[in-house]
């Protein structure tokens, strides 16, 4: 089993700024991916940030120049940096991990989630 815990949602002021973590434990053989999506209410989960294990980043446009994604591969763990929030970035924020448990198989996990609520 693998499970994705995550730390450092809160509540902020626009323009403020929040450091989100992430921390994968249990049956990991490697960590292909990394990354971080977000669910706002009444819409659909989306992609805010992601990053493979050779550090190629890919950001939504909303978040381009104000997220920055970062990942430590010896302790397992992911962290988004998010700068300049706006209240539109108000939402569920869940990390997601695809691990390989062994050279053959990946797996997808998520975290539970935590809230980040930017007020205006």
């Known amino acids: 089993q693998v499970q994705l815990v995550e730390s450092g949602g809160g509540g902020v002021q626009a323009g403020g700024s929040l450091r989100l973590s992430c921390v994968a434990s249990?049956?990991?053989?490697?960590?292909?991916?990394m990354g971080w999506f977000r669910r706002a209410p009444g819409k659909q989960r989306e992609l805010v940030a992601d990053i493979n294990s050779g550090g190629v980043t890919n950001y939504a446009d909303s978040v381009k120049g104000r997220f920055t994604i970062s990942r430590d591969n010896s302790k397992n763990t992911v962290a988004l940096q998010m700068n300049r929030l706006k209240p539109e970035d108000t939402a569920v924020y869940y990390c997601?991990?695809?691990?390989?448990?062994?050279?053959?198989?990946?797996?997808?996990?998520w975290g539970q989630g935590t809230q980040v609520t930017v007020s205006s």
């Open positions: 997601r991990a695809i691990v390989s448990v062994t050279i053959n198989q990946a797996t997808l996990h």
């Open positions: 249990g049956s990991i053989f490697s960590i292909n991916n």
